[in-house]
């Protein structure tokens, strides 16, 4: 089992392991979705509970006795870190739930791409398969057209051995 430092609580633990599990998720959602503003926000609020939980020997003091209380009871309480993880889960992918135009990303063969970039790359893409389907119905019709002249050149070449 772990040791336990000297005046180290669970209230204590918990808020350490909040904090850094806020700026894991933080770094996750950086990662895979590239939305940046998310992402910070988290690692500032992530790093502000990582500080408080590992200075919480001397922080405890400065709070009400019963937020320390309460802190103390729900650091003990698996609902309470059931409840938290599940929470940094959902918040792990709130990218594909809500739309941030101006942060979201879009991975692309596993690249992030913002997604601005992403929707110009489309239009490009969509725009370059039209100009081929273009393009090979142009080729398909010059085959056509091809095959038709040399069977006219075959005819007129038997036209000329019977004359």
């Known amino acids: 089992m772990a040791e336990q430092r000297e005046g180290e609580t669970w209230g204590g633990r918990f808020l350490d392991y909040l904090g850094l599990g806020l700026i894991l998720t933080a770094t996750d959602i950086l990662v895979r979705e590239g939305a940046i503003r998310l992402a910070g926000a988290l690692y500032i609020v992530g ?8 200075n919480w020997k001397t922080l405890r003091h400065k709070f009400a006795g019963s937020t320390v209380n309460r802190l103390e009871t729900i650091g003990v309480d698996p609902r309470y870190w ?3 993880f599940a929470l940094l889960l959902i918040c792990a992918r709130i990218t594909m739930i809500l739309p941030f135009a101006e942060n979201a990303a879009t991975p692309v063969n596993g690249v992030v791409v913002p997604r601005s970039d992403y929707d110009e790359q489309s239009a490009k893409l969509a725009k370059a398969n039209d100009e081929i389907a273009t393009l090979t119905q142009q080729r398909e019709r010059a085959a056509q057209i091809l095959a038709e002249i040399q069977q006219q050149i075959e005819v007129m070449k038997s036209r000329l051995e019977e004359r």
Do not use: P, T
């Open 82 to 84: 059931l409840a938290v």
């Open 47 to 54: 790093g502000i509970i990582l500080f408080a939980g590992l």
